[in-house]
């Protein structure tokens, strides 16, 4: 194994990890410690999207143009590291929406950072992102899943402590830990990537803004497949956001206790998924891909929302989290490695920025607010108490429209190795 393979491994470990320890118990925290409602809670996890809508996209750019990937990357680990210590400390929900906002334009545009280091260091050895990446990439969920299981025996084994104060907010201190570390790593570990990419001599507005990714909309195919990004991005988050508190709500002791490391399962799932990725697109292509990815989350939420205390109830939770895998891996790696193959080396970090905004930026925000808003409207009982069934099953509908829709419209056939020239 490479030294770079193995750099790679541990800085999408950390990458991860830092995501893991917080975000799937983000709505337990919400609800069990600050008890916010469903609303408050939806606008708070809608910072991850709200910070997406623009952050990757300018990061990408100045790392394109202006300041080497690798340094940035670690200056934002950096800031992240240090604004999500603050949180715990907080307890007006718009106070924390607002910290946890500044944290999520810091963290969000690392993770097409963290696609667009491992592609180029990748090339440099003369190996193919689609085969190389993968492999890689499946030690972030790794970390992610670490994450998850080291917040809930922490839970578990020193509940005292950590029920009340400043270390009720336990999970966003691992992460904090985790941020600390990856950002020394990668000032003293990550090779130097430096912004070769810059136009020189340019004298297009575009150019010297460097948004020449946004130029993907102008091919008709590019602009569909982004389109469908949002609305598929719009349900990607829904389980993350209200997942470990639903399976904490099952009448269940196991389920009760170990929430969060059943949830993992998810994150085991896709270490398997992702393995098959490269196997997968070169067989079907990206459009029969993302149609797997879809009628796998119709199937993800359908399969909760047929959970419940009874053995067969136990069992569709651990399917259901099963499906994940397929669900999220089929999408969003896959969808980063088309970008990355449909583009030029000139806008890397800016197109995978572009993408990121389209599915954790504009679609997120979008599910998360109109889920949270609903889900108080149409599926919150007058004792606060939520129906779970009706939420799950309306989301799982919400997938098979996008999926129908996105089999009629997307017109695409499959080319690997093509790539659009922007000028």
């Known amino acids: 194994m490479s030294n770079t393979k193995m750099r790679l491994i541990m800085m999408n470990f950390l990458e991860f990890f830092v995501w893991g320890a917080w975000m799937m118990t983000l709505g337990t925290y919400a609800f069990g410690v600050k008890h916010w409602d469903s609303a ?26 202006w300041i080497k990937s690798n340094v940035l990357f670690g200056l934002l680990h950096l800031l992240f590291g240090l604004t999500l210590s603050i949180l715990p400390m907080i307890n007006n929900p718009w106070v924390f929406f607002a910290v946890m906002l500044l944290a999520m334009c810091f963290y969000m545009p690392t993770i097409a950072l963290n696609n667009s280091i491992g592609f180029e260091l990748l090339v440099r050895e003369g190996k193919d992102p689609q085969i190389a990446f993968p492999p890689i990439r499946v030690w972030g969920t790794i970390g992610f899943i670490a994450a998850m299981w080291i917040t809930n025996i922490v839970k ?6 950590f029920t009340r104060g400043y270390f009720a907010g336990y999970s966003f201190l691992i992460g904090t830990a985790g941020a600390v570390v990856l950002s020394i790593f990668t000032f003293t570990q990550i090779p130097s990537i430096k912004p070769e990419n810059k136009i020189k001599g340019s004298t297009k507005l575009v150019d010297r803004l460097g948004l020449q990714a946004f130029s993907l909309f102008k091919d008709s195919k590019m602009a569909v497949f982004f389109i469908f990004s949002i609305l598929l991005g719009a349900a990607l988050q829904l389980t993350n956001a209200y997942g470990d508190a639903f399976i904490s709500s099952v009448n269940h002791p196991f389920t009760k206790e170990y929430s969060t490391i059943i949830l993992s399962v998810s994150q085991v799932s896709e270490t398997l998924f992702i393995l098959t990725i490269p196997f997968f697109l070169s067989r079907f292509g990206i459009k029969k891909v993302m149609l797997m990815s879809m009628f796998a989350w119709m199937l993800r939420f359908g399969l909760f929302g047929i959970a419940g205390p009874t053995t067969w109830g136990i069992v569709a939770i651990f399917a259901s989290c099963i499906v994940y895998g397929m669900a999220f891996d089929f999408f969003n790696i896959s969808g980063a490695l088309f970008v990355e193959e449909s583009t030029g080396e000139k806008i890397r970090n800016s197109a995978q920025g572009v993408f990121m905004m389209m599915t954790n930026g504009v679609g997120a925000v979008l599910g998360n607010v109109a889920a949270g808003y609903a889900i108080k409207i149409f599926f919150t009982g007058s004792n606060g108490s939520l129906d779970w069934p009706s939420i799950w099953y309306t989301f799982a509908i919400y997938a098979l429209i996008v999926a129908v829709l996105f089999m009629v419209l997307f017109k695409y056939k499959h080319t690997p190795k093509k790539k659009l020239e922007l000028s």
């Open 40 to 65: 408050e809670f939806g606008i708070i996890f809608s910072t991850m999207g709200i910070a997406s809508l623009f952050t990757p996209a300018l990061f990408g750019i100045i790392a394109d143009k």
């Open 156 to 161: 578990l084994v020193i509940p005292d402590i």
